[in-house]
């Protein structure tokens, strides 16, 4: 007699656990999708370039190390270098950017 009572409890434990699990699921393809993105820096440049929009410029921190800044100068370069089509101005500042997070310069050495 127990054994039959039991059955039944643990087939409309299975039926709630699956009607559960579509709901979830439906709300869960239902959702809006997520930007996993990077945003871009939406301003201007600074009149004096800093360690912080030098970073914003070539995608990286402040701390990064120097081989990791090479590499995202050279990544940033060939998408925007003059040669290729790309802005003399935007070329001019990626190179500033990547000398104030080597330390090579000081800022608004920019041609433009």
Same mark, same amino acid.
């Given at each position: 007699m127990a054994t039959p009572f039991i059955a039944g409890l643990a087939v409309a434990a299975a039926a709630y656990a699956g009607k559960y699990s579509i709901? #979830?699921?439906q709300a869960f393809k239902a959702r809006p999708?997520? #930007?996993r993105i990077r945003r871009f820096y939406d301003g201007g440049f600074q009149p004096t370039m800093t360690r912080r929009e030098a970073a914003l410029i070539l995608g990286v921190r402040e701390s990064t190390p120097v081989d990791k800044v090479k590499e995202a100068h050279r990544r940033v370069m060939v998408a925007n270098h003059p040669d290729a089509g790309g802005s003399h101005? @935007? #070329?001019s500042k990626i190179n500033e950017a990547k000398?104030? @997070?080597l330390g090579k310069g000081k800022g $608004?050495? $920019?041609a433009f």
């Amino acid at each position: 007699m127990a054994t039959p009572f039991i059955a039944g409890l643990a087939v409309a434990a299975a039926a709630y656990a699956g009607k559960y699990s579509i709901r #979830a699921w439906q709300a869960f393809k239902a959702r809006p999708p997520t #930007a996993r993105i990077r945003r871009f820096y939406d301003g201007g440049f600074q009149p004096t370039m800093t360690r912080r929009e030098a970073a914003l410029i070539l995608g990286v921190r402040e701390s990064t190390p120097v081989d990791k800044v090479k590499e995202a100068h050279r990544r940033v370069m060939v998408a925007n270098h003059p040669d290729a089509g790309g802005s003399h101005y @935007l #070329a001019s500042k990626i190179n500033e950017a990547k000398d104030i @997070l080597l330390g090579k310069g000081k800022g $608004s050495g $920019s041609a433009f």
